[in-house]
């Protein structure tokens, strides 16, 4: 138990489907991200809340929508995906966006959620 | 933005030693980070530098030089379970916002 938890962990979609990705924290964070992990690349950072507000998008397209309704939960909607989509989707949390990652000894990440887009 | 490169793998005998070097670019250093993620799992936290040197916990250290751009993660005694992919994140502080960017990952295969 990592503390960040991420449901569910596989997903198959088609093209056309929309579905949700859910990450929760108990660690008392007040910051959420989004970080994509494909094969062989680096994890791309997508979104990043800090105490319920978006902080940073980075050009992510618009079938990607994240949603933060507290500081323990974070939502990721997806709609229209392509192919290209398919990834492994990371949720992380630490103390403050704001603050050295230092302070944090970096994120403490979920376990992710391995997404199929056919 | 940084560029992070690290090896795409490696392989080592069970008890040898393996070292994963990570090379950065970066404005605004504050700090390399390595994690370990085993196949399916969440990147754990393995070590922090900051200052130049070698860190050492365990079997696992980590050694930093901010003037070249360079850390490396050595693995000692290995063991089967150390087979994982190994991260190289740097932080960095962007307009007093502080920013965590990852290398590729390197997997370790660890053979008996």
């Known amino acids: 138990e990592t503390g960040v938890t991420q449901t569910p962990r596989h997903l198959v979609m088609g093209m056309t489907n929309k579905k949700s990705l859910k990450c929760e924290q108990h660690l008392g964070h007040n910051a959420m991200y989004w970080y994509k992990q494909s094969a062989k690349k680096p994890l791309e950072l997508m979104f990043v809340y800090s105490l319920e507000e978006r902080v940073e998008n980075n050009s992510v397209p618009s079938r990607f929508s994240p949603e933060c309704p507290n500081s323990s939960h974070l939502f990721l909607h997806l709609h229209t995906l392509q192919p290209e989509d398919s990834a492994l989707y990371l949720c992380?949390?630490?103390?403050?966006?704001?603050?050295?990652?230092?302070?944090?000894?970096?994120?403490?990440f979920g376990s992710g959620t391995r997404l199929t887009v056919v | 933005g940084q560029n992070i490169d690290q090896p795409t793998e490696m392989t080592a005998t069970e008890g040898a030693i393996v070292q994963i070097n990570c090379t950065y670019q970066?404005?605004?250093?504050?700090?390399l980070f390595w994690y370990q993620q085993h196949a399916g799992e969440a990147p754990t936290f393995l070590s922090y530098n900051v200052l130049d040197g070698l860190e050492e916990k365990g079997r696992f250290s980590s050694f930093l030089s901010r003037s070249k751009g360079y850390s490396y993660l050595l693995l000692k005694e290995l063991q089967m379970k150390d087979s994982a992919s190994y991260l190289c994140?740097?932080?960095?502080?962007?307009?007093?916002?502080?920013?965590?960017?990852f290398g590729a990952g390197t997997t370790v295969t660890v053979r008996a």
């Open positions: 994140a740097v932080s960095s502080l962007d307009s007093n916002d502080y920013k965590l960017s």
């Open positions: 992380a949390s630490s103390q403050d966006h704001r603050a050295s990652p230092a302070a944090n000894y970096g994120y403490t």
């Open positions: 970066t404005s605004g250093f504050n700090g």
